[in-house]
């Protein structure tokens, strides 16, 4: 089954659908981050210049249509662990798409990060060295440690790189975590690499005075974001409170 076969998730969009074809932006969904996935949604939308289609990845209307069936594991701190790598199939295996965890704010443009975009490769994304100092994140959630962490949190997906078509629902529903998070069905040539700036890890990455280069394009809050109470003090909290009250505002009008 595939995403056109049967209506999986609501998407915002931006832009005619009718003149182009959508940037499909799918984004993991945790129904105890909802507010995360809305501030994410609306910053992409309020800074993109181009039509893009976001899809929130819930795994609970992926188990209603038969795509996923997993039982959840119990290092698993989120809903969309093992969903995300559902991206191609969503995608039909057609085109370009972007995964992206909930908990990220976009400060820039969507279509410079399309515009990295290289057909020599099946994914492109952040390649982190980062080992997490903490042991717990979010709401009190194991921290986990295994190479490549974050590798797989924000990845740009060649859906119809003939490599991806190995993510089928089966493969997703029934291989490691190690085997899908370190992208073991493809080899390393074959990942490429984008500027840490569009997955700024909070806590982790620095910004350096005077080097725009290093200014984040999108803040990966994954330690836990401000919509936590036991991150309301978290780096760039303020810019991601902004983000927030303008979603708020404009949901009210």
Request: glycine letters at 4%.
């Amino acid at each position: 089954m595939s995403l056109n076969d049967k209506k999986v998730h609501p998407v915002s969009c931006n832009g005619d659908m009718k003149k182009d074809n959508p940037f499909k932006i799918f984004v993991g969904y945790d129904s105890r981050e909802d507010i995360a996935y809305e501030v994410c949604r609306h910053s992409i939308l309020q800074r993109s210049s181009i039509h893009v289609e976001i899809i929130p990845i819930k795994q609970s209307d992926l188990r209603k249509n038969g795509l996923y069936w997993r039982e959840r594991e119990q290092l698993e701190s989120i809903e969309f662990s093992f969903t995300r790598f559902l991206t191609p199939h969503l995608a039909n295996y057609e085109g370009w798409a972007v995964f992206v965890d909930c908990d990220f704010l976009y400060l820039a443009d969507i279509k410079e990060l399309r515009d990295l975009t290289d057909d020599k490769y099946a994914i492109m994304c952040v390649q982190h060295d980062y080992t997490p100092k903490e042991t717990t994140k979010m709401d009190g959630a194991v921290q986990t440690v295994y190479p490549r962490k974050n590798w797989s949190s924000m990845v740009l997906y060649n859906c119809g790189h003939p490599k991806n078509k190995v993510l089928t629902p089966e493969v997703v529903n029934t291989q490691t975590g190690a085997f899908l998070h370190r992208f073991q069905w493809l080899e390393d040539e074959e990942i490429g690499s984008i500027p840490f700036t569009w997955n700024f890890l909070e806590g982790h990455n620095q910004v350096v005075e005077n080097d725009p280069e290093t200014f984040p394009k999108a803040i990966h809050y994954t330690r836990g974001g401000p919509w936590f109470e036991a991150w309301k003090g978290c780096e760039f909290a303020d810019l991601w409170l902004s983000e927030m009250e303008k979603y708020v505002q404009e949901t009210k009008k």
